[in-house]
């Protein structure tokens, strides 16, 4: 039983809820001709290594990510005991020691390196790339007013980029806007809420404040939605009428909104809030079904 309670304890020092957000190296792939493959001959080999190679990458950049984690918060343990929330986190309470979080790390690391190195050069890099820049932030950007939210941002543009390596998939400018801005709306989304709930921490450069965060939340909502209005009409499958799925990406967003000032969404973790909300998963399923039974119904015709 207790080893049970331990793996448990692992897995919320992991953080495998947040998992949902490597669902970006998905991205790339959805767009592709390689979907088109899949929908016409779904069990043929070259189908089967597809398949392979997506749940790599999935798992490749979700242990990196997990890693990073651990580091925040081995960095913040003592920070995090005095917290009436954080105090519970495996590491602030002692429930895991930090010789068994420097294991997981490495062996998160490992097999993140282990996973990348088999597509091809440049997927390695990003993943290096992005575990520096999260040490980066760990260790300061993250005191630094603005650029701690861009930061969150290129993370997931990383997510995409490493899709397209990973997948040797070319990612669309456009699809790389819209990851940008949509991540930059969720990022001033949790700002918004740690405000709200908890004094706005002074930054270097200031500090966030709920108007102009709610500013920042517009902008790139209008953004993201405009970016992914012209790759539809412009980009990769501009005639496969892809612009009949821009409803469900307004809906996203404005789900988000309909959330701002919900009492029970206390931290606003855009993690937390997709797998607790019963329309968002069921608005991004429809969405992908949409854009792949559209473009595989263009290549029917």
């Excluded at 979700?62 to 519970?88: G, H, T, V």
Aim: net charge positive; aromatic share 18%; glycine share 4%.
């Amino acid at each position: 039983m207790k080893i049970f309670e331990k793996i448990k304890l692992y897995i919320k020092l992991i953080r495998v809820y947040q998992w949902t957000k490597s669902g970006f190296v998905f991205l790339p792939f959805v767009f592709s001709k390689e979907a088109i493959q899949l929908a016409f001959d779904p069990f043929s080999k070259d189908s089967l290594n597809i398949y392979i190679d997506l749940i790599r990458a999935f798992f490749a950049f979700s242990f990196i990510a997990s890693s990073i984690y651990i580091l925040n918060d081995w960095k913040d343990k003592e920070i995090d005991k005095l917290d009436p929330k954080k105090r519970n986190r495996p590491l602030a309470s002692g429930q895991v020691s930090p010789i068994e979080a420097i294991f997981l790390f490495v062996i998160l690391i490992f097999f993140s390196s282990l996973l990348s190195i088999k597509f091809n050069p440049s997927a390695f890099s990003l993943i290096i790339i992005y575990f520096i820049m999260n040490v980066f932030y760990s260790f300061g950007a993250k005191k630094i007013l603005l650029l701690d939210v861009f930061l969150i941002a290129v993370g997931f543009v990383l997510r995409v980029l490493y899709g397209s390596y990973a997948m040797n998939i070319p990612a669309s400018p456009w699809l790389i806007s819209t990851t940008f801005f949509i991540a930059l709306f969720l990022g001033f989304y949790k700002r918004f809420f740690e405000i709200t709930f908890a004094p706005a921490e002074e930054m270097i450069g200031g500090q966030y404040r709920r108007e102009s965060l709610k500013s920042f939340i517009d902008i790139s909502a209008g953004l993201s939605i405009m970016t992914y209005s012209l790759y539809t009409i412009t980009g990769t499958h501009s005639d496969a009428n892809l612009y009949w799925t821009i409803p469900f990406v307004v809906m996203g967003i404005f789900r988000y909104y309909t959330l701002l000032d919900d009492p029970n969404n206390v931290e606003g973790n855009p993690s937390d809030v997709l797998l607790a909300d019963p329309f968002l998963p069921v608005i991004i399923f429809l969405w992908l079904i949409t854009c792949y039974g559209l473009i595989v119904f263009r290549h029917l015709h």
